[in-house]
């Protein structure tokens, strides 16, 4: 696999080939060197050659396969952000990459830059890639045995590697007879070349039909430490499956897997100088709930002060005629709401699903995008760049917001779960300006809703995050001619910021709110799938006439809110739970739950209901 690593010199080697400087990313780190070895034994001692200095880096996990599908189009997106050409005579992104990446060397001397980044999947779930990855592999290594004996080698058959790969690949560079990655040369010009093959001009773009796991697509180069596998259970088939939350947890008792995440934690963590905290993507369907919870009460015993947020995954959609497939799904999604809500400092669930319940509801829709809800590659590419959006605050280069104090603000009285929503694209048409658009919403909430929450309309919101990015700056204010009537007040507003703060007064007067309002688009270039209607631009605008190219970036406004559709949710998930007859269900229980633990996950999910009464805010 490939991404924004390797780099050569001063300047970064990416897949396509592109050699680049990395004013932005340079900017934000201090030089350091280390020795560590990796663990595979593949790469050696690897010297970091310089750690986020003034960065507050963010540690994060991606727990299950639907959290890889989300973790491969983020990696993918934050990927293109990097490559969008850059001139040196502009001020640093608004965004610092070193907040999620960092940086380290090959035993070549070649310097690499990869994701601050653990995961965890299971047996058969990689597909062609290797669990070390393929950066810092080095082949003479493999010929250091010190046995002088007679050698059996048993050698498994590869996964064939998807053509979208095969291609990617063929058009960046080839690794060498000795580990040593060559990149294809380039002209020397501006900007980034196309994402094209030497044989024909068409981008290289995967087709749904040839995505089977989530490295199909991934285009980032990945750290030896970061993928941990459980191999006790399988990815495919109907046997060994990781079905159950009791099956997750147990699986970081065990001292292997235990022992082995501590190591890689402690790898990563020890490096950074100024650690903000940790992202988790967990999915919330399966037994990786459990895994879930488990991680975040290490994190929290271990790491006591750091900011811990999970996003719980729940792919779409689901069918009643399989009864305990959803039986499941329910039982994981509450016990693991109710243990990731007990140890981190706030929790989001993110699915495209309408309800969290068992009775089936339609997926959400959006204006200008059109999806296949039963597509995984689908579903994570909007979850992922819904996520991209509304983690901004604490991946600000400049007035970040810590994930501590996000989580804080969002979270009061005891409201640490929060609902996410998003506008993508924001429906910006060309000659119109933000507080235009923002007065034709109206008074609903503009926001899809991205919890499975229900529609937010009519709810109380105690407090929120909103970041909405991607607007040039000439339209953030009113562009009438002076003299002329103000439709609105937010035309008043001598700035974009006073116009979104504004906007939201007027929406939620009694909430708590905070803004952002950011120049720079969410990327959505391939492998990102072709998901909008002919009439955006290539830069996500809505055209009248049909667009002249693909969509590369769009424009989103993104909320993370504490709202009371959260009393109902979580009280109609405690109903429904009391209702089940467990005798029926009794291999979810005797996969490592008792009695006692399912009774006190109801009184817990109750309690958090209670919450999100309406009459329970500050504010009021």
């Excluded at 990696?75 to 850059?86: F, H, I, S, V």
């Excluded at 929060?418 to 694209?425: E, H, N, Q, S």
């Excluded at 009113?478 to 001598?494: E, F, I, K, V």
């Excluded at 998930?573 to 009774?599: I, P």
């Amino acid at each position: 696999m490939g991404g924004v690593s390797p780099i050569s010199g001063k300047g970064c080697v990416r897949r396509n080939g592109e050699q680049r400087m990395r004013p932005r990313a340079q900017a934000c780190r201090a030089n350091r060197v280390d020795g560590r070895v990796g663990r595979h034994g593949e790469c050696g001692p690897e010297e970091p050659s310089g750690m986020a200095g003034g960065a507050r880096e963010v540690l994060t996990l991606q727990l299950g396969h639907f959290a890889g599908f989300v973790g491969a189009h983020w990696w993918n997106q934050q990927d293109a952000a990097l490559g969008c050409p850059t001139d040196a005579k502009e001020p640093p992104g608004e965004l610092c990459p070193d907040v999620l990446y960092r940086t380290g060397r090959t035993l070549h001397g070649q310097e690499t830059y990869t994701p601050r980044l653990i995961l965890m999947d299971l047996k058969g779930s990689l597909s062609s890639l290797k669990q070390e990855g393929g950066l810092y592999r080095d082949k003479q290594l493999d010929a250091a045995i010190a046995w002088e004996g007679k050698l059996t080698t048993h050698k498994e058959e590869l996964y064939p590697r998807n053509p979208y790969l095969h291609d990617f690949l063929s058009a960046e560079g080839v690794l060498s007879g000795e580990g040593v990655w060559r990149v294809k040369a380039i002209p020397n010009s501006k900007g980034l070349p196309p994402l094209t093959t030497a044989i024909n001009s068409k981008p290289l773009i995967p087709t749904e039909g040839s995505i089977r796991v989530w490295s199909d697509f991934l285009r980032v180069h990945l750290h030896p430490r970061s993928i941990c596998m459980i191999h006790k259970y399988n990815h495919d088939g109907e046997a060994g499956r990781l079905e159950a939350f009791g099956q997750g947890e147990n699986v970081l008792k065990e001292p292997g897997y235990l022992e082995e995440l501590e190591d890689r934690l402690h790898f990563y963590v020890e490096e950074c100088d100024y650690l903000q905290g940790f992202q988790i993507l967990c999915d919330l369907h399966n037994g990786f709930s459990g895994v879930g919870a488990k991680a975040s009460e290490l994190l929290q015993d271990e790491y006591s002060g750091r900011g811990i947020i999970a996003w719980g995954l729940l792919p779409g959609p689901y069918s009643r005629e399989e009864p305990q497939k959803n039986i499941y799904r329910l039982l994981n999604t509450a016990f693991g709401l109710v243990h990731l809500t007990a140890h981190s400092s706030l929790v989001c669930p993110l699915s495209l699903n309408g309800s969290l319940g068992l009775r089936p509801e339609p997926p959400v829709s959006f204006p200008h995008l059109h999806y296949d809800a039963s597509l995984p590659f689908h579903c994570s590419a909007i979850l992922a760049t819904a996520l991209d959006t509304v983690t901004v605050p604490y991946r600000l280069r400049s007035s970040p917001v810590s994930m501590v104090h996000l989580a804080d603000m969002l979270s009061c009285s005891g409201r640490k779960m929060v609902t996410a929503g998003a506008t993508m694209p924001f429906p910006l048409t060309a000659g119109q300006s933000l507080p235009d658009i923002l007065v034709q919403l109206g008074g609903a909430p503009p926001w899809t809703p991205l919890s499975a929450c229900g529609d937010p309309f009519g709810t109380h919101c105690f407090a929120q995050s909103v970041v909405l990015r991607g607007i040039d700056r000439a339209y953030h204010t009113s562009q009438l001619t002076p003299g002329t009537p103000l439709p609105s007040p937010l035309h008043a507003c001598a700035t974009g910021e006073e116009v979104l703060a504004q906007y939201l007064q007027q929406q939620q007067p009694r909430a708590m709110s905070s803004s952002h309002l950011l120049l720079t688009p969410c990327r959505v270039v391939p492998p990102y799938p072709h998901l909008f209607s002919s009439s955006l631009s290539q830069k996500g605008l809505i055209l009248d006439g049909p667009s002249t190219g693909p969509v590369e970036s769009i424009p989103v406004f993104g909320t993370l809110c504490s709202s009371s559709s959260l009393h109902q949710t979580l009280g109609g998930l405690a109903k429904e739970l009391s209702k089940l007859d467990l005798r029926r269900w009794a291999s979810f229980m005797a996969a490592g739950v008792e009695q006692d633990d399912l009774e006190e996950m109801l009184q817990e999910l109750h309690s958090l209901a209670q919450c999100y009464q309406d009459g329970n805010s500050l504010t009021d």
